[in-house]
């Protein structure tokens, strides 16, 4: 069976520019969240969609936004790139909202590059 | 505010001992928790988990550890082995409401190396 994919595996990109990432999870999973992680740190929320709908987001700026599809991938946005931005993105999958005991599992993540 | 950390950044074990990774956590709200396992270039692999109604679980070769009195995680690995090498989190659960529903957030924590020399 299929894990999480993601796409692109690398990506560079230059200050103010937008860049798209995608992710599909695991088949029979309807919850995508996703996570910024910094070199040398563990991974911080962003946003969790389910069913379509964005249900939590963590402290991060307006310029990232996201989109579930009916076939439940989803798809992280971010404008105007900073360099504070170059992280591992990550995304992961649960058969829920991730609530206790419904594990989330990760895809092997899109490494952003900003210049 | 919440945070989720570490006493050891590194741990350098001989193949065949026994590791111990320790995880402190401040959110006595936590109602899960879960062992990560991060190598070079991937994202994190699910280990073992545990709730917070729990305070052992055992898995092939690992073991959880939770003790709520003084909000402290650790995980046990028997017999390391190279392939062992990695850097491990230990990630809260914690289950928050917004707009009606409900949703689960994991804060990580920033992670310890572990080696395992042959």
């Known amino acids: 069976d299929a894990g999480v994919t993601q796409s692109p595996t690398h990506l560079i990109k230059t200050r103010g520019q937008h860049v798209t990432l995608r992710c599909s999870p695991i088949s029979g999973h309807k919850s995508v969240s996703w996570y910024q992680q910094v070199l040398g740190q563990g991974p911080q929320f962003i946003f969790q969609?389910?069913?379509?709908?964005?249900?939590g987001r963590g402290n991060f700026p307006d310029r990232f936004s996201a989109r579930q599809f009916p076939n439940y991938s989803s798809e992280l946005n971010v404008n105007a790139l900073l360099l504070g931005d170059s992280a591992l993105y990550l995304c992961?999958?649960?058969?829920?909202?991730?609530?206790?005991?419904?594990?989330?599992?990760f895809g092997p993540g899109t490494r952003l590059t900003v210049l | 505010g919440e945070s989720v950390g570490l006493h050891l950044p590194t741990l350098s074990v001989q193949e065949g001992d026994n590791s111990i990774i320790n995880c402190a956590y401040s959110?006595?709200?936590?109602?899960?928790f879960i062992w990560y396992k991060q190598e070079s270039g991937k994202g994190p692999q699910f280990i073992i988990d545990i709730r917070s109604n729990m305070d052992k679980r055992q898995g092939q070769r690992v073991t959880v550890l939770l003790n709520k009195t003084v909000k402290h995680l650790s995980l046990q690995i028997a017999a390391t082995q190279p392939g062992d090498s990695a850097v491990y989190f230990c990630a809260e659960n914690i289950t928050l409401y917004a707009g009606g529903t409900s949703y689960g957030k994991l804060t990580f924590g920033q992670g310890t190396i572990l080696t395992v020399h042959p």
């Open positions: 992961a999958s649960t058969v829920g909202r991730g609530l206790i005991s419904d594990t989330q599992y």
């Open positions: 969609y389910y069913e379509k709908e964005e249900r």
């Open positions: 959110n006595s709200a936590s109602d899960y």
